[in-house]
């Protein structure tokens, strides 16, 4: 049964009948055209199933390109050819079903591997030949001194008939005779050829040892040597060939003639050239690539001492926008304006501009004073980047964060610098943008401590790394402990205990404040019915009760009012024995939705405090419409009370405060107390509770318990 014409076995068959039209009319096979294009069928299938592989093999499209060779296509014409095809017609037919621009990478990946495959199959064939070619010669050689009438209508046939140039000259490097190859090769004719000496074939590409080893060679040091060459043809392009000397010697074995078999290898090395500056640079900008800027900022911090390097890793600011706005099309032409404004900025020996992906720009300076020269760099770069884009009619404004590192070569490697110029670079960006920031080794350190923080901080939770200490909160009446606010501490393997403000800010920037704000929830809760159980409380302030901290990101989590409640039932903890503290610059602007939660926990009997009051600007009409019981006053107003007498103005500013606070029904709670004198300041202020190092700093349970028996005692 056949398959039908548009599925992927008729499919399939088109792009071989494509293939073989295209090459057959460059190939010496004996073959039909149909019989040639059943020889392309398998081929064909083995590059398509590589297309749609799962993962990338590039052994099957070498052992397509090596295929090429065993079926006579050794013109490199029938490679370009093929190639050809396979860019304009493999993905079309044999890779509908994918995402296209992943098939078309794909698809130029497989052309290298093709490519490679068939130049190694052609040099292998070519060698052989070479060898064959070889020993004839040398076998031809004996021959000539024992019967030269014999040998010369067989050296003859192999000379004339060869498929690679082969020359023969004396020692004193004079042409003797030329083949057919090797004046096809060169362009001229044999009379012109004869009339040359080998010594006159020099050319600026030539490795320092060719003429070293032809000179071992004539002298008769040495039996034969193999290189590669490029020679200037009559007509002033180059030549380039894979050039192997063999020395002739007479009966007597003393040196008589050289012998020169030549490859010409010209197309190849355009080929290989080709597929190299596609692997090392961009294909939008035409910018050398990631892997060529490597390569090059490797051998510069390889240089020797006294040489130094500044280097400008730029990123683009809100380019993101642009290209969700506008379209990866309009961002693509806003690209390639960059890298030519920024190839513009680079043009003095030592520099390059390179693009490392996205809108990252690499700038590379080299030399004894790259202090300056980096700084002005940047400078050149900050100025290009001023004038506005013009992208479909529109006028974009381009600014750009750029981070700098400069320093002596041999110092650090190339993944340091690039490391620091990224941390210099997005310290630049949080700095607003449109800047460049030069790398400081401290800043360095400490961002790379906070993203070795940020990497550990999801297996620390799993490990039990964190643990929690409750600090007392004092009822400022009678001074007994009315409860304890709990602060999560991580003991980290490496760095210690570290405080909140280490890896909060980063629990939140990842999200992994929700788990672990679960789990301080989780554990308070529990310790805070221990406590009951241990210590009923007072007649006063009722049972000893817990405050957990609320981050902005645990707000808006949809799980907030069912975790709490699961947790509290779970552990059997009335409601009123807990307080969410939530900080009033989170709470600013807040809108209905964001309030909902707090409400209904606030309904349940849950007391909400107001952290850090006083140092936001929210309008203090708005605490009618908000659902908290308790005002904590920051401790920027007890630090105002440690001198004495304390500042009238501040005094007049807390009693504000506490008036507006209790006749809303708000408790107040300060933070900060250092001294009894503040203490007793507040109080005659009237604030209700307070927490501070004046009763005590932070510690386990344990001893919150044992400052609640004391107050029992009296």
Known sequence: ???????????????????????????????????????L???????????????????????????????????????????????????????????????RTRCSRLQHAMAAGFAQALRERTLG????????????????????????????????????GIGIADLEGNVLQVNGAMLRMFGGS???????????????????????????????????????????????????????????????????????LMED????????????????????????????????????????????????????????TINDS???????????????????????????????????????????????????????IMNALIAPVSVDGRELTVRGSIGIVEGAAGERSAAEVLRSADITMYRAKSAGGNRFELADPEADARAITRNGLTTA???????????????????????????AEALVRWLHPQHGVLGPDRFIPLAEHTGLIVPLGRWVLEQSVRQAREWQERHGGNAVTGPLRVNVNLSPCQLTHPGLVQDTVDILEREGLEPEALCLEVTESALIGADDDLLKPLRRLAEMGVDIALD???????????????????????????????????DPVDLKIVEGIVSLAHSLDLAVTVEGVETGAQAEQLRILGCDTAQGWYYARPGPPERLHELALVDATG
């Open 41 to 103: 069928l398998p081929l064909a299938r083995s590059l398509s199933e590589s297309l749609r592989a799962r993962t990338f093999d590039a052994e099957a499209a070498r052992a397509v390109g090596a295929a090429l060779i065993d079926a006579h296509c050794t013109d490199p014409e029938a490679l370009s050819r093929s190639l050809d095809c396979v860019d304009a017609y493999l993905v079309l037919y044999c890779g509908e079903d994918g995402h296209q621009e992943e098939l």
């Open 612 to 646: 850090d009051f006083g140092t936001g600007y929210s309008n203090l009409a708005n605490l009618r419409r908000l659902p908290v019981s308790i005002l904590k006053l920051d401790r920027s107003f007890t630090q105002s009370m440690q001198q004495f007498p304390a």
């Open 326 to 380: 506008l379209g990866h099309a309009a961002g693509d032409r806003l690209l390639v304006e960059v890298a030519d404004r920024l190839q513009s900025c680079a043009t003095a020996p030592g520099e390059m501009v390179a693009r490392l992906g996205g809108d990252e720009f690499v700038a590379l300076t080299t030399g004894p004073e790259t202090r300056r020269e980096v700084d002005e760099l940047a400078a050149r």
């Open 129 to 164: 030949e070479q060898e064959a070619i070889a020993q004839a010669a040398l076998r031809a050689q004996g021959v000539v001194a024992q019967a030269l009438h014999a040998s010369e209508a067989r050296f003859r046939a192999v000379f004339e008939g060869a498929a690679i």
């Open 457 to 483: 901080l999801p297996t620390a939770l799993e490990r039990n790394e964190f643990f929690i200490e409750y600090q007392p909160l004092v009822h400022l009446g009678d001074g007994s402990v009315h409860g």
């Open 265 to 320: 290898t010209t197309e190849r090395r355009l080929l290989n050239l080709r597929l190299r500056y596609e692997a090392t640079h961009d294909a939008l900008t035409g910018l050398p690539n990631r892997t060529l800027f490597f390569e090059r900022l490797e051998k510069v911090l390889a240089a020797g001492e006294g040489q130094r390097f500044g280097l400008c890793y730029l990123d683009l600011d809100g380019f993101k």
């Open 190 to 260: 044999e009379q012109t050829m004869r009339g040359r000496n080998v010594r006159e074939w020099t050319h600026a590409d030539d490795a320092p040892q060719v003429w070293r080893l032809y000179e071992e060679l004539v002298s008769g040091e040495r039996e034969h040597y193999h290189v590669e060459k490029a020679f200037c043809r009559p007509d002033g392009t180059v030549l380039w060939t894979n050039l192997t000397v063999s020395l002739l010697r007479d009966a007597d074995g003393r040196p008589q003639y050289q012998l020169a």
């Open 1 to 39: 049964m056949t398959a039908e014409p548009d599925g992927p076995e008729g499919r399939l068959r088109r792009f071989a009948t494509i293939w073989s039209r295209a090459v057959f009319p460059v190939t010496s096979t004996s073959l039909t055209r149909p019989e040639f294009e059943e020889q």
